[in-house]
């Protein structure tokens, strides 16, 4: 006959929700959580308050002379009346319809490139498009008067020179990745050689050797400008990194799938262009948008051999002697410009790689 | 002649030697263009201008220096510095990344978001906006020398620097540094030891506790035996400016604070990473078979998470003295500020000196991945 005990009575479940309680779960759930929640409310009410006090409430927005700015506050009448340099630098006034047409041209491509899956035609958008913008921005057809490089900057030039940098060194980089996985001894050797090197130094002496040794190596005839000087250095910079990504990704494809096209005939190139690499650009993707970040952050290199980019734009329109002293606002304003781009880029990529991970599975 | 074309073995020789042919065929046409370009413009060739007087002024050197010295010092002190604003930033921005990597993971709500917050705010800012932020607004917003903010009035901050008390290097201070070194062999040592020991018998040792009260004793005992003697040169206000104890200048200290608050984002995260990469499992495993919360983290969990974490902060050690170039925007005395930059200006041997600086910098990558290799290798998980 057993005997059966009767289990006392559990208490019952606390009430588990309510902001009460989940401020006591997380936020004061021992002396040394406690003691790191005042630390972060400290750091709150240090950094908050002051800033919207002097960027919002005592800033001043109306007007357009420096007369508006009194007091502590941020003066954004200072970036109202230089938005133009900060995003077209001394390109002329009547020209800027153009700069715009192709910033237009640019949200339709994308708008068609949602519409038409099919590769060739994308890429032959894509061409188009850089053509156009090309002749657009600099003139010298169809009537359109030249403007020179020199004119270029602020926004525009910032992002003239990542997407030059981005759509220049991919082709370079996929050849350098295919060269470096290469069985061939040699090729692999110079590939190396080239990535290591790259890699090995700071964009700055790329930059600074393609502007001054690189007129060196080319008979007197043939002169670059500065741009495309830079243009080259950041191109062969970033050519190299994407060459690492990509080789990544094409480690990560099972050789099961070499030896697929290899069994049904197709030849070196058909099989890395048709099979590998775009399983291999697949798994790449959140990388290399992680390295368009770091160039289009990069590119504000450029100022130190004297371009006029996003960045340097702070320092010209600062020294305006009827604005001197609003460097703040200018250092501000570009910061935010230049987060809201690389975090929606970074957004972007971890959106993609959640997408790809769940293909995979 | 056409099957021969079809032997991929042929193919791939021919393929290189096309290759070799065009690179060579490159690098000669551009070797002949440089030479004639080099004798038609009268440019000087050669390693010799390194021997020549200077002839300007460094303001921050770790070394002496003064203007009739060589450009070969001008390049000594340029490296030092290079290596010195990189070892400062690579200290603080690793133990900034620690803590708010352990803080991304803490069970804190508001720490957890700050540290997000910190790192997708500064990783999202160019490197080079931020050092011209701290030094154009935050650094040349400090007061004037006299208006200097004044910390116990042994430090003080102003818009010409950070001065702070300097050791003389007397008796006392060499005994001291001695010891400290002295205390981290042992640890090192007794570290070896104990975990023999334990893989041996068991028995733990508690290597932390004593290491920790060994590096605070030994060295108040060195302070004693050498003199218990501190000779600080104070910084005083004399005239308009600081004299005395040792100032940091307004460009290393942007640079450094840049490069550290932007690098700590990248640590933070591979920090975090390593964390969240250990396996659940692994830390059930080791409560199942009894091991303390402390034991777990030091034996099961640390060991993995560290493995994963240290490549890519070494990466990022790399990455700063790299982004230490960028002082030339700000005008740092470092290696691409005095020698890419000024010597460069004045002697005009841009092949030379470019190749100089970059070769610097390629040693120094080489080194960090050659220790990386070895790291890698040594970390590996041993499978049989």
Known sequence: MAVYNKISQREAPSNSKGAIHWMRDNLFSSPLNTALTMLGIAILVWIIPPFIKWSLIDAHFAGDSRAQCTGDGACWVFIKVKMSMFMYGFYPEVDRWRVNLVAIFFVVLIGLFKLIKKDTVRFFMLTGYFIVAFILIRGGFFGLNVVDTNKWGGLMLTIIVAAVGIVCSFPIGILFAFGRSSKLPIIKSISVTYIEFIRGVPLITILFMSSVILPLFFPEGITFNKLLRALIGITLFQAAYIAEIVRGGLQSIPSGQYEAADAIGLSYWQKMILVILPQALKVAIPNLVGSFIALFQDTTLVLIIGLFDLLAMVQLTSSDSKWLGFETEGYVFVTILFWVFCYSMSVYSRSLEKRFNTNNK | ?384
């Open chain 2, 1 to 384: 002649m056409l099957a021969f074309l079809r032997d991929r073995r042929v193919r791939g020789y021919l393929f290189q030697l096309i290759t070799i042919i065009g690179v060579v065929a490159f690098l000669w046409y551009i070797g002949v263009n440089t030479t004639h370009n080099i004798e038609q413009r009268g440019i000087k060739t050669g390693f010799g201008f390194l021997n020549s007087t200077a002839g300007f002024g460094i303001n921050d050197s770790p070394i002496s220096y003064t203007p009739s010295n060589s450009y070969g010092r001008v390049f000594l002190v340029g490296l030092l510095n290079t290596l010195i604003v990189s070892f400062v930033a690579i200290i603080f921005s690793t133990i900034l990344g620690l803590f708010v990597g352990v803080l991304r993971l803490s069970k804190n709500w508001l720490m957890r978001k700050l540290s997000a917050a910190y790192i997708e705010i500064f990783r999202n800012i160019p490197i080079l906006l931020q050092i011209l932020f701290w030094y154009n607004v935050v650094l040349r917003s400090l007061p004037s020398p006299r208006g200097s903010i004044d910390i116990f009035g042994t430090i003080f901050i102003n818009n010409r620097g950070l001065y702070i008390p300097q050791p003389a290097l007397d008796a006392t201070v060499i005994s001291v540094l001695l010891s400290f070194i002295l205390v981290i062999v042992f640890v090192f040592f007794l570290n070896r030891w104990s975990n023999k020991r334990q893989e041996q018998t068991g028995q733990e040792f508690p290597v932390l506790p004593v290491g920790l009260g060994l590096l605070i004793v030994v060295p108040i005992i060195g302070y004693f035996v050498g003199g218990a003697n501190f000779d600080f040169s104070y910084p005083h206000l004399q005239g308009f400016n600081f004299q005395g104890g040792k100032q940091f200048y307004p460009e290393f200290i942007a640079l450094a604070m840049a490069i550290t608050i932007y690098t700590a984002t990248f640590i933070a995260e591979a920090v975090r990473s390593g964390i969240e990469a250990v396996n659940k499992g692994q830390k059930e495993a080791a409560a199942s078979i009894g091991l303390s919360s402390y034991q777990a983290l030091k034996l099961v969990v640390l060991p993995q998470a560290v493995r994963i974490a240290i490549p890519p902060t070494i990466n990022q050690y790399l990455n700063i003295v790299k982004n230490s170039s960028l002082a030339t925007a700000i005008g740092y005395p470092e290696l691409v500020t005095v020698f890419a930059g000024t010597t460069l200006n004045q002697v005009g041997q841009a092949i030379e000196i470019i190749s100089i600086t970059m070769l610097v910098y390629l040693v120094v990558s080489l080194v960090v991945s050659a220790l990386l290799n070895w790291i890698n290798h040594k970390m590996k998980i041993k499978e049989r």
